[in-house]
């Protein structure tokens, strides 16, 4: 009877080994995969910039030629701004979600990225229909005005993963240049502040206040606040 007690308890041992090496090994697969999360979403992102130039290009070319056959209206009375406000009403009528829509570069981090337009549907700060688009580029929220249209021009941009575009975002001081080209001008910006709010806090989205406002999460690899970046218009060219 002893022996076979001892029998059993040696079975017992020799299924515990094997389970917890199975365990072990699980755990070892489970944690490579969360270590290279951040580059092989990097990698995608990377891929799909290359994809992003080439549909831009296209959004270009195929704006300027719509231009050329049905010029937008021009009066010695129109003002710089409201040309640049009726050339911005007219690309937006063409844009679609999910394309290009420009170009936003920040010296001061080093940031030269394109910018997809985002669905038209009441902006959050969670999980939402952008997201999908979000693993691609910095993504305008599709409700809010293009730059020239009216403010804010909202952007917002993964922080920590698919490219990390927005992780230098918190790095931004007061005067600060950015550069917003779209294919009907070309906007230079000037960092204004920086605040963090709740992710519920959407009325940034809605300050009439300032012209451009990115946001991203925060702190680094957490969701529970939101770093918002606010800008205003120091000059633009009309391309």
Known sequence: ??????????????????????????????????????????????????RIDDEYAAEVREFRVEQRQSPVPASPEQTPEER?????DSFAARLEPGKPLGRLQIPRIELDTKVLEGARKPPSFGRGTDQGLLRSAPVHYGLTPLPGQGRPFAVAGHRTTYGAPFLHLDELRPGDSMTVTTPYARIEYAVAKKTVVKPSDITVLYDRGYDLVLTTCHPPYSARSRLIVWAQIESFELR
């Not at 640049?84 to 911005?88: N, S, T, V």
């Open 1 to 50: 009877m002893q022996a076979d007690g001892g029998t059993r308890l040696t079975m017992v041992s020799k299924e515990r080994k094997r389970l917890f090496r199975r365990v072990s090994s699980v755990m070892l697969v489970v944690g490579g995969i969360l270590l290279a999360y951040p580059f092989w979403s990097g990698a995608y992102a990377w891929v799909q910039q290359d």
């Open 84 to 88: 640049l406000g009726r050339l911005a």
